[in-house]
């Protein structure tokens, strides 16, 4: 059966959304704290609404690697991983500092474990500990080793019925041929298909069954990563009741006896008012296309375009204007504005582009990342958001932050490169693109992209000698704990250092991008959205890149974003329903 996609087909319940409509809760956003907000409320009785501006659900989270930073939770206890809220807060205070807001990092650690148990006992959200992931921050106090970060166990689709042609599908760039591979050990696996025979028979199995699915439904039905987490979700929303309509865009709040009290809306067939008895949930996404926020908050982007991100591009601020518009107050004192990643751009056939952030090379053995002077800037090992930096910091006094990402051929043909797959799928077509640039020697790979070719060639040069016994004494590269679980554990000595000597050579070029923003609306621990004057207003809640983050604009570990995300949402249906 192929699922078509039907404009403002709101949910199984087939009811269409109408002005002067009521409910009990109404969502402006569909992407994972949304979905949290909506499912909290709904199983505790309540009416819910949500409002979903692009044609499809799932926001940024749909696309996401789904993973969830959650201290504490009995996901990975229940694996014999300890943890305990003093050590989770020791990690905050480290990686904070002065702008802890203690309430709500205390609310984040109480509930976010509690929001865990809760959907697990009551919906379709299950999950697994990422096994040996580490937090971003090696030596810091308070740091774990493992099983903060967790992920939703991979999701059958046909669950969701028809409802499947609505949901946002992964960047097709970030899988092979629409097929969704999970990080850890399914990726190790697809990375050793011709390495051993366990992986090959994994792998086979896993095309054969998603084959099949492009034949029979046209998309994959396996689910994993956001996609996973998303279509879980939305099961379980659907199932409670809640009604999603999508290409439908909220506008402005409505207040009245002094508290939000409606939204209004347009859609494909006009524009009208929901009204909400309990309250509105802001969670659209954050400012990620926004370009005067951009402009106003990014060092790197002095016009607000010096920048790329891969948040749909309705993902404009919405929640933001229409907040501040009723006196809500927009928080923008963070350290960093966004959770900075290195991206690059894809040209496509009929001339747009796709970003697609560099989550899982860089940190491969083989591989180093260098400016345009040729000097590598950063330990390329270490968090996305932590490379941002480092990139912006070396570009500061230039008009863009850009560097290119550098590998040989075996390294290239093992481990792939941004969109490049590895072997035995073709590069052909991405070099013909000019997304891929190749030399048969360095000198004749700077001179194509543009590189000081003496300093680049003696960079390759330093680097190579000390990476041939495993070694980056100038970054250390390699030496943590994190850095060494996204190398390539069979590469010794180390998993993350390989010299780079075997032409033709590659590049990729990256610019600076993001995989979310921090600055957004101020929250309390109830997730109720505070005024200019340090009030809660009454009848208005924000989660996800639309609140606040709590880190101060860190990033501490894989799933930052999405674990406050959820965990807010949750929350906020709680309040709604009386229970907080």
């Given at each position: ?88 807060m020791a990690y905050f205070k480290h990686c904070v500092g002065e ?148 290409s439908v865009a909220a506008t402005e709040l409505v207040r009245s006896d002094g508290r939000v009290s409606a939204v209004r ?316």
């Amino acid at each position: 059966m192929q699922y078509k996609h039907t404009e403002q087909n709101p949910s199984q319940t087939g009811r269409r959304l109408s002005d002067g409509d009521t409910c009990d809760v109404v969502v402006v956003g569909s992407g994972g704290g949304g979905l949290a907000a909506a499912l909290t409320a709904a199983s505790k009785g309540l009416d819910v609404v949500v409002l979903e501006k692009s044609p499809l659900f799932g926001g940024v989270t749909a696309i996401s690697g789904g993973g969830l930073w959650i201290p504490c939770n009995h996901v990975a206890a229940r694996a014999g991983i300890e943890d305990s809220h003093e050590k989770a807060m020791a990690y905050f205070k480290h990686c904070v500092g002065e702008r802890m807001e203690l309430p709500v990092i205390e609310s984040f650690l109480r509930n976010g474990p509690e929001m865990l148990e809760y959907f697990e006992r009551n919906t379709e959200v299950k999950f697994t500990h990422a096994v040996g992931r580490p937090d971003y921050h090696p030596g810091a106090p308070g740091f774990a080793e493992e099983g903060r970060t967790i992920h939703p166990l991979p999701f059958d689709a046909r669950q969701l019925g028809s409802e499947v042609a609505r949901l946002r599908p992964p960047l097709a760039e970030m899988t092979f041929m629409g097929l969704m591979i999970k990080p850890g050990p399914d990726l190790k696996h697809f990375l050793n298909v011709f390495r051993s025979f366990e992986s090959t028979v994994f792998v086979a199995r896993r095309l054969l069954r998603h084959f099949r699915d492009l034949v029979l439904h046209g998309r994959a039905m396996d689910l994993s990563n956001g996609n996973a987490l998303v279509g879980r979700l939305a099961k379980s929303a659907f199932s409670k009741g809640v009604r999603i309509y999508t290409s439908v865009a909220a506008t402005e709040l409505v207040r009245s006896d002094g508290r939000v009290s409606a939204v209004r809306f347009n859609a494909g067939f006009g524009s009208g008012v929901l009204n909400a008895r309990r309250g509105v949930v802001l969670s659209s996404g954050g400012f990620s296309h926004d370009i005067d926020r951009r402009k106003a908050l990014f060092p790197h982007a002095p016009t607000g375009l010096e920048h790329v991100t891969a948040a749909p591009k309705t993902n404009t601020g919405d929640g933001l204007r229409m907040a501040e518009a009723v006196g809500a107050k927009f928080k923008s004192d963070h350290t960093h504005a966004a959770c900075w990643a290195p991206v690059s751009v894809v040209p496509q056939r009929d001339g747009s582009v796709v970003p697609i952030p560099h989550l899982i090379d860089r940190q491969k053995p083989g591989f180093i990342a260098v400016t345009r002077e040729g000097r590598r800037f950063v330990n390329e090992a270490n968090s996305y958001h932590d490379f941002g930096i480092g990139l912006a910091a070396a570009c500061k006094d230039q008009p863009e932050a850009f560097c290119f990402l550098i590998a040989d051929h075996p390294t290239i043909r093992r481990y792939g490169i941004g969109a490049v797959k590895p072997a035995p799928i073709p590069i052909g077509g991405h070099l013909k693109s000019g997304y891929l640039l190749r030399g048969a020697s360095l000198g004749e790979l700077a001179e194509r992209a543009a590189i000081d070719v003496a300093t680049f060639e003696a960079t390759v040069r330093d680097f190579n000698r000390d990476a041939a016994g495993g070694k980056d004494p100038v970054f250390g590269r390699g030496d943590n704990i994190y850095n060494r679980y996204n190398g390539d554990a069979a590469h010794r000595p180390n998993p993350c250092v390989a010299p780079i000597t075997e032409g033709p050579f590659y590049a990729v070029r990256i610019v600076m991008g993001e995989l979310g923003t921090f600055a957004g609306l101020r929250i309390d621990e109830h997730a109720r959205v505070i005024d200019q004057a340090g009030t809660p207003i009454p009848g208005l809640y924000a989660a996800g890149n639309d609140a606040a983050n709590l880190m101060g604009g860190d990033y501490m570990s894989g799933g930052s974003t999405l674990g406050p995300a959820l965990t807010f949402g949750y929350v906020a249906g709680c309040h709604l329903a009386g229970e907080r």
